[in-house]
Nanobody, 123 residues
Framework: QVQLVESGGGLVQAGGSLRLSCAASGRTFTSYAMGWFRQAPGKEREFVAAISRSGSTFYADSVKGRFTISRDNAKNTVSLQMNSLKPEDTAVYYC?????????????????WGQGTQVTVSS
């Protein structure tokens, strides 16, 4: 079992930056691929970025070149650095963990979820 707690959300102007962090409990963090998803009001939860156990990364086209996912296995954390933020990035951002070596882009592939953190980008 893995428990995930996100932090770092907030209100930022368009063009600004935020860094989200996700702290994972347990001693098996390295057994999981990690992902970030987001959900805006009235929309489905969508994939943002993922990182495999070995550190390979994958991004949604909408955030490629602006967001960077990273993990620190010594600290059991995964982070999402978000630059050049746009109003359409406004959403609740969720951290998720997937057992196994490869990452996925669909929410149903992930086993554990955090409670989410709100990111609001003003124009």
């Amino acid at each position: 079992q893995v428990q995930l707690v996100e932090s770092g959300g907030g209100l930022v102007q368009a063009g600004g930056s935020l860094r989200l962090s996700c702290a994972a409990s347990g001693r098996t963090f390295t057994s999981y691929a990690m992902g970030w998803f987001r959900q805006a009001p009235g929309k489905e939860r969508e994939f943002v970025a993922a990182i495999s156990r070995s550190g390979s990364t994958f991004y949604a086209d909408s955030v490629k070149g602006r967001f960077t996912i990273s993990r620190d296995n010594a600290k059991n954390t995964v982070s999402l650095q978000m630059n050049s933020l746009k109003p359409e990035d406004t959403a609740v951002y969720y951290c998720a963990a997937r057992g196994g070596s490869s990452f996925g882009t669909h929410p149903r592939l992930y086993d554990y979820w955090g409670q989410g953190t709100q990111v609001t980008v003003s124009s």
